[in-house]
């Protein structure tokens, strides 16, 4: 296997071997965040995470200085509310493997500790006509026909493991099975796999067994059941496993890294202050223009708005999320970003605004002096991801409200 890392932002030319199986993948995938032009593979903006066909395995790594992809793979967990002090403990252990590869390690060493506390199952009542009585007899089925056999009707409780959480564990176990690549996980796949060897699904089945979770709402006397479903669902939704028979042709899970952090500073701070925040579902607009009679409109939408009045288009306080390397501080607040957010912040009648950066070191929040806006208490925030994930978080919130008078 060919292995070859990029930077977040760059492309990779393939060669006669590997551009005509890159495109048979990609046409059979179209929703990957990646295109063909000139024989490159290009990637959409921010995009990391892996991609592997026949014999060449791409990985994506952020453009952040110092953040590797287990950063974001824990930010995305997070900000989908399956993130655990264990699944974090893992996570240091595997910085050097790819967004894919944490993936199925987590649900492998999920489904170790699931195992181990017993499978759930479920009880369903079996009814047969039969000459030996071993269950109860329904006095209002019995009928001359069986009766000539020496059959009485009878119903009785059997216990079974095909539940749809089991089923849906097992769909997910079989897509794992063609992407480890190590040993050891080999190892701990086929201990766990064993448990579910007996379950019996197809592939066809999965949207069915989704929705029937979805409605059952079943509560599990074994706690790991919770997590192993959240990342089973992720495994099934998110990983793009092409098959040919036994042979894998194609794998991928790549994500947007500006998606990700957004998404989680929002959680955070939805999470930890005592105040409302959001983000709003759809853009509003802000300009309109016609040019040959067709109407063009323009809009914006906040990444994060402390304590918005819907009734009169106001906030309180309004956050962006910017996913770019600060590490030379001369990068920190871009003109383009300032303006972005005192437009934001005047379009909403507020003087507490901020742009928030990732970063790998201690970093306070520093206010920025805005020349023609002195009106407006600007603040640069930063995440600091060498801090474990509880207490960056709680550092974030505290910063926040005490520079924008939360507290």
Not at 91 to 115: A, W
Not at 154 to 161: G, K, Q, R, S
Not at 255 to 281: G, M
Request: net charge negative.
């Amino acid at each position: 296997m060919d292995i070859i890392h990029l930077v977040e932002g760059n492309s990779y030319q393939l060669n006669e071997t590997e551009l005509p199986l890159f495109k048979k993948y990609l046409s059979q995938n179209t929703q990957i965040p990646a295109r063909i032009i000139n024989n490159n593979l290009v990637f959409d903006d921010y995009t990391i995470g892996s991609i592997t066909v026949a014999k060449t395995s791409i990985i994506i790594d952020p453009r952040i200085t110092g953040l590797t992809t287990n950063d974001y793979f824990e930010m995305q967990l997070y900000s989908e509310g399956i993130v655990s002090d264990s699944i974090t403990a893992l996570l240091k252990q595997t910085t050097n493997y790819g967004l894919q590869e944490n993936l199925v390690s987590l649900f492998i060493d999920c489904l170790q500790k699931l195992v181990k506390k017993g499978l759930d199952g479920s009880f369903y009542q079996k009814n047969e006509y039969s000459n030996t009585i071993h269950g109860r007899i329904v006095v209002d089925k019995i009928d001359p026909v069986h009766l000539a056999q020496d059959q009485l009707p009878i119903e009785y409780t059997l216990h079974t493991l095909e539940t749809a959480d089991n089923k849906l564990i097992k769909l997910a176990l079989n897509k794992c099975r063609s992407l480890i690549d190590s040993n050891d996980l080999h190892q701990q796949f086929a201990q766990v796999a064993a448990y579910f060897e007996n379950i019996q699904v197809t592939p066809q089945e999965e949207s069915v067994i989704q929705q029937q979770i979805k409605l059952e709402h079943t509560s599990h006397m074994n706690s790991e059941y919770d997590l192993a479903i959240e990342l089973s669902l992720k495994i099934l939704k998110d990983i793009k496993l092409n098959m040919q028979g036994s042979h894998v042709l194609g794998t991928s899970f790549l994500v947007n890294s500006n998606d990700i952090l957004e998404k989680y500073c929002r959680t955070v701070l939805h999470n930890c202050l005592t105040a409302n925040v959001i983000k709003w579902e759809t853009p509003h607009a802000t300009a309109k223009f016609i040019i040959d009679n067709v109407p063009y409109i323009k809009s914006y939408v906040p990444d994060i708005l402390i304590n918005y009045n819907q009734a009169h288009n106001t906030t309180y306080a309004l956050l962006d999320a910017k996913n770019k390397d600060i590490s030379d501080h001369r990068k920190i607040g871009h003109l383009a970003d300032l303006y972005q957010v005192v437009y934001y912040c005047q379009s909403l009648h507020t003087n507490m605004g901020g742009l928030v950066y990732p970063t790998k070191k201690e970093i306070k929040p520093t206010k920025i002096l805005l020349n023609n806006f002195a009106d407006i208490n600007f603040y640069a925030f930063f995440v600091n991801f060498a801090l474990p994930l509880k207490q960056r978080n709680l550092q974030l919130c505290q910063e926040v409200s005490e520079k924008f008078l939360l507290i």
